[in-house]
């Protein structure tokens, strides 16, 4: 029976470990990702250009990166628009001048598929405004992961990673607190110390969606550190007895 309870325990751990890992995988490879896309194409000195990319695409589909180009004063401008996407060991450069009225918006669009890979897993879009006039120039780069799991579509995957880690975090958490209730003060402080590093994972993983990739990092470090204050407070060395 001991025995029957030790491998449920270890079955418990194992399922929690596996959804943080795989929200850890997912926020931490979008976020480098993202990095890879910033170093990469012209280093323009300049920012708030909003790129629209998918985060994770498969080998057999394609997808859509697209931004919008405005035009902020009260007279017409001609910016150059400069699109880097990265396609192996040459990158794939288009240019574009666009005529713009007052105040006129125009969205512009591009599809990527596996032929733009670089690293084997990546797609880097680069996109830069130069300046015009008055007009500042702008900057906005993405990476987009590219992933083949049982036939997923990017979307499914991205789907099935975010609900497939919250629902192994639950089914770990609770079967583990089923095996060891009633809980004394060191399962109970375990259980909540879990809890938090489930919630800033989940919260890590949430964040790559709108791709706010600063909090993104700043969580997924903050998780590694709870990983090996639990690991080291919790499991090596206990203050007090457990059941």
């Given at each position: 029976m001991k025995w029957v309870s030790f491998f449920l325990s270890l079955l418990a751990v194992l399922l929690f470990l596996a959804g943080v890992s795989l929200e850890l995988s997912f926020s931490s490879g979008m976020a480098g990702a993202e990095m890879e896309a910033a170093v990469f194409g012209t280093q323009?000195?300049?920012?708030?250009?909003?790129?629209?990319?998918?985060?994770i695409?498969?080998?057999?589909?394609?997808?859509?990166?697209?931004t919008i180009i405005t035009n902020s004063l009260d007279e017409q401008v001609s910016p150059l628009i400069t699109t880097e996407i990265s396609r192996g060991e040459v990158p794939q450069s288009l240019s574009?001048?666009?005529?713009?009225?007052?105040?006129?918006?125009?969205?512009?669009?591009?599809?990527?598929?596996?032929?733009?890979?670089?690293?084997?897993?990546?797609?880097?879009?680069?996109?830069?405004q130069a300046r015009y006039a008055d007009l500042d120039p702008r900057r906005g780069f993405c990476g987009i992961i590219v992933f083949d799991l049982f036939n997923l579509t990017g979307f499914e995957l991205v789907t099935?990673?975010?609900?497939?880690?919250?629902?192994?975090?639950l089914m770990g958490g609770m079967l583990w607190s089923?095996?060891?209730?009633?809980?004394?003060?060191?399962?109970?402080?375990?259980?909540?110390?879990?809890?938090?590093?489930?919630?800033?994972?989940?919260?890590?993983?949430?964040?790559?969606?709108?791709?706010?990739?600063?909090?993104?990092?700043?969580?997924?470090?903050?998780?590694?550190?709870?990983?090996?204050?639990?690991?080291?407070?919790?499991?090596?060395?206990?203050?007090?007895?457990?059941?």
């Open positions: 323009a000195m300049a920012g708030g250009l909003n790129l629209s990319c998918p985060l695409l498969s080998s057999s589909e394609s997808g859509l990166v697209s574009r001048t666009l005529v713009l009225a007052p105040h006129q918006d125009q969205t512009l669009q591009w599809s990527v598929d596996d032929s733009d890979l670089i690293f084997g897993r990546l797609i880097l879009v680069n996109v830069v099935l990673v975010l609900i497939g880690g919250v629902l192994l975090i089923r095996l060891h209730a009633p809980l004394d003060e060191l399962a109970e402080q375990t259980l909540n110390a879990c809890g938090g590093l489930a919630g800033v994972t989940t919260f890590a993983a949430l964040t790559a969606l709108p791709r706010w990739w600063g909090l993104t990092l700043f969580l997924d470090a903050f998780a590694l550190i709870m990983l090996i204050v639990i690991f080291t407070d919790f499991l090596l060395f206990p203050r007090s007895g457990g059941n």
